[in-house]
């Protein structure tokens, strides 16, 4: 009923910058709170920014100061600002959001498919 769609991700180089963009589809809907994760090869998923419903925003330690999560509410478009990247930024994206329909019952956690970030020289 309600889909995301990333984009944005691709290959850049150390210290360069990428925007991700999750877009969710649907009708009469709304972001609630937003989440971005991430998962290297190898490794178990990341959790690396959030944003909860009081407007409360973390991030990973290891983004701090690089990242910034985002949305724009007209679009119902969730985004992650990736800044000064790393190597050790490489991995696979997620975004996953907590989207809530016309009723107050009507809550849905939705995934994106996840998109391929790649930083190297």
């Known amino acids: 009923q309600v889909q995301l769609v990333e984009s944005g991700g691709g290959l850049v180089q150390p210290g360069g910058s990428l925007r991700l963009s999750c877009a969710a589809s649907?009708?009469?809907?709304?972001?609630?709170?937003m989440n971005w994760y991430r998962q290297a090869p190898g490794n178990q998923r990341e959790l690396v920014a959030t944003?909860?419903?009081?407007?409360?925003?973390k991030y990973a330690d290891s983004v701090k100061g690089r990242f910034t999560i985002s949305k724009d509410n007209a679009k119902n478009t969730v985004y992650l600002q990736m800044n000064s990247l790393k190597s050790e930024d490489t991995a696979v994206y997620y975004c996953n959001v907590f989207i809530g329909g016309e009723g107050v019952l009507d809550l849905y956690n939705v995934w994106g498919q996840g998109i391929q970030v790649t930083v190297s020289s």
């Open positions: 649907g009708s009469k809907i709304s972001i609630i709170t």
């Open positions: 944003s909860g419903t009081g407007g409360g925003i």
